[in-house]
């Protein structure tokens, strides 16, 4: 076979061997079992003198200090002297929200950086944080002392692994998945796919006032729309080695892994159901490489066709005024809806590969030339800012919602009130000290396809922007990876507000938004004019 590129895999388990608090919600959650394990699933690319590692990780986000820690193990095990340029290495994550909470800092190193934290320091004097109100509590003795947890099936050794070991754990195995992909490099065939299956939709419902709310409620006549479309496209590598095997899958998908991501399982999600469906059709050693397109306003549920939940969850905004009589997709809350998503995806990559076995003339058309650039740059974007009339409005409205409360404690709902009011006065803190965000950007050309990756929670117009503009055949977009930007809305959104859109949200705005396509239109322009 011609067109040959050097390919390697490697899947390593990231589920951990004792409890976790899992990342994702305003509350604490400490898991309970394993639904399916958590992975790190690594792909290793060379043409030439040029090369690339993506790995995908079934986390909430990649941090910039993870990306450190990655990097210093894998100097450590010698991967530099192997070839291995460290730079060139792409971690991503799927955005489950049923993974680990590990130490992350902050992107920018500033006391005020993290817009996305509430402290007691921008509390009104006599009010602290409090984090006792857990969806499940650590058993405590008769004196009130917590009992360390016992060990179990799942969690053979006893407690809860803190955030400082949760970093160690998921550092070392990550470096161990991109080492061994990297060793285990070999010639082979990647063919290009397209498939749809319909998982991620819009999350944020527009009222006719011009406001907007995530997780809005849609059953009511003041709903005007919903602020964005969705993409139901899953763009596709497959590769193929020396045997004609099939030896891994690439699926670009805009929609974050979150079905469970109220519950306390440990759970993949529906990357996960989707692996263990492909499994059964292609064997166990296939491994499927699984990245997260620009979803931040994408959801896996229907807001206009509403099932609630099949148990409750803590969050105010997914528990409308009236029960749902509407009969549509199963919970996507739950493990039913995880399955169906599974099998959406999985069903559909199965069928475009085997249509493509059965058309020679398609499958030599989408076999990629053995073609690889890979460009690592900082890349650039302003600060979204506020003005001083926010920041006048943002210390009224927090001292005025905690003199009405009984309390001095500030729970998670509280929390979740004061988000964006508190958001707003770290910014102002923030733009005394810069006005660029930047981070690590990939850019990358391989055979006729365009990839390029991004640290923010992109919403689904941007990245419609740049696959429509694109020379390449087909655009390959990861979002939440290699750092974290929080959410990047559209000025429409911005507009509507509400949660994902505010200040608080995210770094950047609609400005830089753009920008971002700009930049990355252009950078794939490059890559074919300077053949």
């Known amino acids: 076979m011609a067109n040959k590129f050097l390919v390697g895999f490697s899947a390593v ?49 990649i941090a910039v200090n993870l990306m450190a820690e990655i990097r210093a193990e894998l100097v450590k095990q010698g991967l530099p002297e192997q070839g291995l340029d460290i730079d060139k290495i792409i971690v991503t994550a799927t955005h489950t929200h049923t993974s680990f909470k590990y130490r992350a800092a902050p992107p920018i190193q500033s006391t005020s950086s993290n817009s996305m ?74 063919v290009s796919g397209f498939g749809r299956a319909p998982i991620g939709m819009c999350r944020r419902v527009v009222y006719n006032d011009g406001s907007a709310k995530m997780w809005g409620y ?13 993409d139901s496209g899953i763009e596709l590598i497959y590769c193929i080695d020396e045997a004609d095997n099939l030896a891994g899958i690439v699926a670009n998908i805009c929609c974050p892994s979150q079905i469970m991501e109220h519950r306390l399982s440990i759970s993949s999600d529906y990357w996960g159901e989707t692996r263990r469906r492909l499994y059964k059709r292609f064997g166990p050693d296939l491994k499927l490489v699984g990245l997260g397109g620009p979803g931040g306003d994408q959801c896996p549920r229907d807001l206009v066709r509403w099932i609630d939940p099949e148990t409750e969850v803590l969050d105010p905004n997914i528990n409308h005024p009236t029960p749902s009589h509407l009969r549509a997709d199963p919970s996507m809350f739950d493990e039913s809806g995880l399955r169906t998503a599974g099998r959406r995806i999985a069903t559909e990559i199965i069928a475009i590969y085997e249509e493509l076995r059965e058309d020679k003339v398609a499958w030599e ?3 990629q030339p053995a073609v690889l650039r890979h460009e690592v740059d900082e890349v650039l974007l302003p600060l979204r800012r506020v003005t001083p009339e926010e920041i006048t409005d943002a210390k009224r409205s927090v001292y005025d919602y905690c003199s009405k409360l009984d309390r001095k404690g500030i729970n998670y709902r509280d929390r979740a009130e004061l988000y964006v009011h508190i958001g707003i006065l770290r910014r ?3 733009q005394e000290e810069i006005d660029l965000f930047g981070f690590e950007g990939h850019f990358l050309r391989i055979g006729n396809l365009a990839m390029a990756t991004n640290p923010f929670e992109l919403f689904l117009n941007y990245g419609n922007k740049i696959r429509a503009r694109s020379v390449a055949e087909q655009t390959f977009l990861l979002q939440l990876t290699c750092g974290t930007g929080g959410y990047l809305p559209t000025k429409k959104a911005e507009e509507g507000g509400h949660y994902s859109a505010y200040v608080a949200s995210g770094y950047v705005g609609h400005e830089g938004g753009e920008a971002l396509v700009r930049e990355t239109l252009s950078r794939f322009r490059d890559f074919w004019e300077k053949e």
């Open 218 to 230: 849609s059953n009511t006549a003041t709903f005007e729309e919903l602020e964005g479309g969705n």
């Open 117 to 190: 934290d509430i402290t007691e320091g921008l509390l009104p004097p006599g009010f602290y944080m409090v984090y006792d109100e857990e969806t499940a509590e650590i058993p405590t003795d008769e004196q009130g002392n917590p009992l360390e947890l016992e060990a179990t099936e799942d969690f053979p050794r006893p407690g809860i692994m803190d955030d400082d070991e949760g970093l160690a754990w998921i550092a070392e195995r990550v470096a161990q998945a991109i080492a061994e992909a990297w060793q285990n490099c070999k010639p082979m065939t990647l």
């Open 365 to 367: 058309a989408r076999t």
């Open 13 to 61: 388990e990231l589920t951990p061997d004792k409890r976790i608090y899992l990342q994702g919600q305003f509350y604490q959650r400490i898991s309970t079992h394993v639904q399916s394990p958590l992975l790190a699933t690594a792909m290793a690319i060379r043409v030439g003198d040029d090369q690339a590692v993506i790995c995908s990780c079934d986390l909430t986000s």
């Open 428 to 430: 102002a803190a923030l």
